[in-house]
């Protein structure tokens, strides 16, 4: 890299953003009042920087003048989107921050009210996954949703000054900046969601049938019965009803976590085990319970934080996450600190999503996990019809938010409460209730803390079918060896950053994002 401006714009930003990483990192494995500054600063800091408008005139000057296609060109695209989204008064910023900081901090105190009583989501999402008391269901459900009315006036205020912050700065809103600045042609994505709509309405159609059925016979009700949305097992209908049976928890008791992961990765020809030394994964008082995976410096020192059990969800959770490690670890080095990371945030997540999904495969429980074949024959069945289950709801659940959202930002003066409810009936065929005046919709909290980004979920889940399928076509039949290592290695992990999420995709895959081959994984 000859370009001295580039060169400068690395090391500071490398600087900064180890600066970061150490404090997200310290924060969450000790929950030190002291690193929670640093954390605040470290943002602070790298915010200020992106924000000097000198430099941003600087950076639109050279990216015009570099070669289309180049690597210094994708630099400064990479800078330009990292300022562009900086450059608002200061106090429009402040404005954001703290609507978004009120509205978070009314759903983390909020308890829905049921019979006078305070009740926590977990309390909630109890009834709604296990109780068969249907008059019950829907006090609970309604409970759960009086968060909307709450925080509607204030989401919609904050959904206005985003709208005018990203007006200006010339675009038509903040949902096509936001789009924009992610390198999603938001056009494209919508028609990619209105393919696989109606590719899997059909057989949306049939598995609902099938789930409705199964519900109206736990429920007593008889089949003309219509359901409503409190009989379905969570309160947006995004997750599927458990299939009897369907658990891999009971083959993982007593099992090393930490080895099964290892030795997946293992047979691809991926080492973790340096990545596993340097994480946080067992649970400790202050740590935080969740989990993630963080590229400390993009020069190999990748963590993950867990909270490991031997159970079903944490291993999904370890091959998850250390999807997103491997992908972190093996990214050419020699290419500039700016783009040594994934093409996208949908990118990171499809390899993580194609890793956690291994847990339910026949060959990961047979190969890796060793379970006896009798004991999975008695299983597999059941595992294939929940992650079905699920991918086909999860779709029409993503593509219900974000045709909403979508709307929302065009105009948040239309009547959002029904339009909430004609998009459930049009996408997930749920009957709404009889009241839908109220703000339903305002109730999910990523309306306020991750605008514009649930799109990366399914795009996700879709690009993780195709790479799925890919490799079953022209890799391998199989997936715990060499050659299927190798392609992830070359294709997916190695060019980082230098051409973005397209043609990473079709270079890999030999076209461009299908949703098709997402219906021939999960439509049988």
């Known amino acids: 890299m000859t370009d001295r401006f580039l060169q400068e714009e690395n090391n500071h930003l490398r600087k900064l953003s180890s600066m970061m990483t150490e404090a997200i990192w310290m924060v969450n494995t000790t929950g030190s009042q002291d690193w929670q500054d640093k954390e605040v600063e470290a943002e602070s800091q790298y915010r200020l920087y992106c924000s000097d408008s000198k430099r941003f005139a600087m950076l639109k000057e050279k990216m015009v003048q570099a070669p289309e296609g180049s690597i210094e ?49 977990n309390q909630v999402r109890q009834v709604l996954l296990t109780n068969t008391d249907v008059a019950l269901r829907e006090k609970v459900w309604n409970a759960s949703k009086a968060i909307g009315q709450e925080v509607a006036s204030g989401l919609l205020e904050l959904v206005r000054v985003r709208n005018q912050a990203a007006q200006s700065l010339g675009f038509e809103d903040f949902h096509q900046m936001s789009f924009d600045l992610q390198e999603l042609n938001r056009d494209e994505v919508f028609a990619i969601f209105d393919d696989l709509k109606k590719l899997t ?18 429920y007593g009700l008889s089949e003309d019965t219509p359901l409503q949305p409190w009989h379905y097992k969570d309160p947006f209908f995004q997750d599927a009803p458990v299939v009897p049976g369907a658990d891999v928890s009971p083959f993982l008791k007593g099992r090393n976590v930490e080895k099964l992961t290892a030795d997946t990765f293992t047979s691809m020809g991926m080492e973790i085990r340096d990545m596993l030394a340097k994480s946080d994964l067992y649970e400790r008082e202050g740590k935080n319970q969740h989990a993630f995976c963080l590229d400390m410096d993009r020069e190999g020192d990748v963590r993950v934080l867990c909270n490991i059990h031997d159970n079903q969800y944490w291993m999904e959770t370890m091959l998850h996450e250390y999807g997103h490690a491997v992908y972190d670890k093996y990214i050419d080095r020699k290419i500039p600190f700016l783009l040594r990371t994934h093409a996208h945030i949908f990118t990171t997540e499809a390899v993580a999503m194609f890793f956690g999904r291994l847990v339910k495969n026949r060959e990961w429980l047979s190969e890796i996990a060793q379970v006896d074949g009798d004991a999975l024959d008695k299983i597999v069945l059941g595992l294939e019809k929940m992650q079905q289950r699920q991918m086909l709801i999860t779709a029409r659940w993503v593509i219900t938010f974000v045709r909403f959202e979508r709307e929302l930002y065009r105009d948040p003066d239309q009547d959002l409460n029904k339009l909430w409810w004609e998009i459930v009936k049009e996408v ?73 999420w397209s043609k990473l995709i079709e270079n890999a895959t030999g076209e461009t994002l299908n949703p098709a081959h997402f219906v021939t994984q999960f439509v049988k």
Request: aromatic share 12%.
């Open 201 to 218: 309405d059909g057989p949306f159609q049939a598995m609902k049938d099938e789930i409705d059925h199964e519900l109206r016979v736990q």
């Open 73 to 121: 060109r994708r630099q400064y695209e990479r800078l330009h989107q990292s300022a562009l989204e900086n450059q608002l008064p200061a106090e429009t910023l402040e404005e954001m921050v703290k609507l978004s900081s009120k509205l978070s901090n009314i759903f983390n105190t909020f308890r829905a009210t049921v019979n006078g009583e305070k009740w926590t989501e």
């Open 428 to 500: 997930q065929f749920v009957e709404p209730p009889n009241q839908v005046d109220e703000p339903h919709w305002a109730s999910k909290i990523h309306f306020t803390i991750a605008p514009a980004y649930y799109q990366n979920y399914l795009l996700g889940e879709l690009t993780a079918s195709q790479f799925d399928q890919h490799i079953k076509q022209h890799i391998s039949p199989t997936y715990f060896n060499k050659e299927v290592g190798n392609w992830f290695l070359k294709e997916i992990f190695f060019p980082g950053d230098r051409n973005g």
